[in-house]
């Protein structure tokens, strides 16, 4: 199952908004594109927008716990909200849903308003709880309280399967299924070998260190890092808040498919809020490509405030909900062009962003004081007070220790002329190793003897005028450099490869 489309009337601070998931308004039916991203300031509508979904496909039993107050979803000044989708199963089939809600209605009501709905979307899921499988994370993706006892359950009982998957979009309280538990409980039940994909993606997730074994006796996952083994719960938070959301969603996706070979490459939707949370610059720059990779058949429909995330976009998979108008009403509007093949200051600086400029606000102030008070003393001709020139100076001293934001720095230089030296001669050996050899010849003939003796009186002649040279003269020739020993190929791709990985 995906989904092809959603739209909301009047639901929270949407009047009316809607999005299509289509590869193109050309593209024939059910061909969706498996990524959707929603840049957007606070406060203007994004997670909503999630929350709207994972609401729609929840089914009758998470609808109670998932709603909360009715009337909360109903747009201030309004009667009723809507709530509509369209799903494409699996043979390309369309089915529309919706849901609706008026002010004071309570469950029975709402049951009763949306019965049409609910009764198709539970028909699907009493088929198998796996149909139309859908995964939600809020903002609050934390790891479980390290004081739950072992015996517990390991997840939330109380709640329905697809309520506990949706769970941290609605409530802050809600905790991830503990990582740990559940390890010691696949190892003791299946063995270690049904770890392999737990081990797999963490040592693709977690940069510099790698998923080590389980420690019984403290019921601790071990890890590899640069500073020895360490157990998971001894890692930075923001290591353990990767780790803890992973394992969840490999939670969620292995019990969910029990009886499947590869449970990971079955269909679904993941809605993500805040994709990058907790994430380094640097591992923003690969979550895209892990998640699409780990669950090649899902659709990800996710938010992000990363410049560095939606870097990762293609054609159409980027759009940003900003307030327009008098009325400020949340609108969507799509990126026109592909976002992976632009810098990431340009991003930074469209419409999408919309900063005006790439300077720290320190040397932005810095800027606009200066061009004022230029301008006031030669557009205008009047001369600046004691305080305007003393501000004046001091604006100029910071614009000059200033560097241009796109000079490159003296040691990124150093690198980058080291490493095509690098690649010169790797080219250069490998041209060398692939030319073939000269033959030997099979005899050489003696020079005549007329021949050689002139080779002797000129050799004897150049050693003279070098003996007869004054001892302090330099010699005009280049002094030979001596001979450095040749690496190998393979020592020099090393090389290469050390000095990208420092750039």
Not at 186 to 215: H, T, V
Not at 461 to 483: I, L, Q, R, V
Request: net charge positive.
């Amino acid at each position: 199952m995906y989904l092809s489309r959603i739209a909301l009337t009047n639901v929270r601070s949407m009047e009316s908004l809607a999005i299509d998931f289509g590869i193109s308004p050309e593209a024939a039916p059910g061909t969706n594109r498996r990524w959707t991203l929603l840049l957007g300031e606070n406060g203007c509508g994004k997670s909503t927008v999630l929350r709207a979904i994972g609401l729609l496909l929840a089914g009758s039993d998470a609808l109670p716990e998932l709603l909360g107050d009715a009337d909360a979803w109903i747009r201030n000044g309004t009667r009723q909200c809507r709530i509509a989708g369209t799903l494409v199963t699996a043979k390309g089939e369309p089915r529309e849903i919706a849901l609706e809600l008026h002010r004071g209605d309570g469950l029975r009501d709402i049951f009763e308003r949306n019965a049409r709905t609910l009764d198709a979307l539970d028909a699907a899921i009493r088929h198998a709880d796996r149909n139309y499988f859908v995964l939600g994370y809020g903002v609050s993706r934390r790891p479980p309280e390290g004081g739950k006892r072992l015996s517990a359950p390991l997840d939330d009982s109380a709640r329905s399967p697809r309520a506990r998957a949706l769970a941290s979009m609605f409530s802050p309280d809600a905790s991830l299924v503990s990582l740990q538990r559940w390890a010691m409980d696949l190892d003791y039940r299946r063995g270690a070998g049904a770890l392999a994909p737990i081990r797999a993606a963490l040592n693709q997730l977690m940069r510099g260190m790698n998923f080590s074994r389980i420690d019984k006796a403290s019921g601790q996952l071990m890890f590899h890092t640069v500073d020895g083994e360490v157990p998971l719960s001894q890692l930075s938070d923001g290591y353990q808040n990767m780790a803890a959301w992973c394992g969840d969603l490999l939670y969620r996706i292995t019990e969910a498919f029990p009886d499947r070979k590869d449970p990971l490459a079955t269909r679904g939707v993941l809605l993500i809020d805040e994709l990058d949370l907790h994430l380094h610059p640097v591992w923003r720059r690969q979550l895209v490509d892990f998640l699409s990779a780990l669950l090649p058949h899902f659709q990800f429909i996710a938010t992000t405030h990363s410049a560095l995330t939606a870097q990762q976009s293609g054609e159409g998979e980027l759009f940003v909900i900003r307030r327009e108008g008098t009325k400020q009403r949340p609108t969507l509007v799509p990126f026109v062009g592909e976002p992976r093949l632009m810098g990431v200051h340009q991003l930074l600086m469209s419409p999408m962003f919309g900063l005006a400029s790439m300077d720290s606000v320190v040397v932005e102030q810095a800027r606009d004081t200066a061009r004022k008070l230029q301008a006031k003393s030669t557009a205008k001709g009047k001369a600046l007070t004691a305080r305007e020139r003393t501000q004046l100076q001091r604006s100029t001293e910071v614009l000059r220790a200033a560097p241009e934001w796109d000079a490159v720095p003296g040691y990124a230089r150093q690198q980058a002329a080291l490493l095509k030296e690098l690649k010169a001669t790797i080219a250069k050996q490998a041209a060398q190793s692939a030319k073939p050899a000269a033959p030997e010849p099979a005899a050489k003939s003696r020079p005549s003897t007329a021949k050689a003796t002139k080779v002797a009186r000129a050799t004897q002649t150049a050693k003279a005028s070098k003996a007869a040279a004054p001892a302090s003269k330099p010699s005009t020739a280049a002094a030979k450099p001596a001979s450095t020993p040749t690496l190998s190929p393979g020592k020099l791709k090393a090389a290469v490869k050390r000095v990208e990985r420092s750039k």
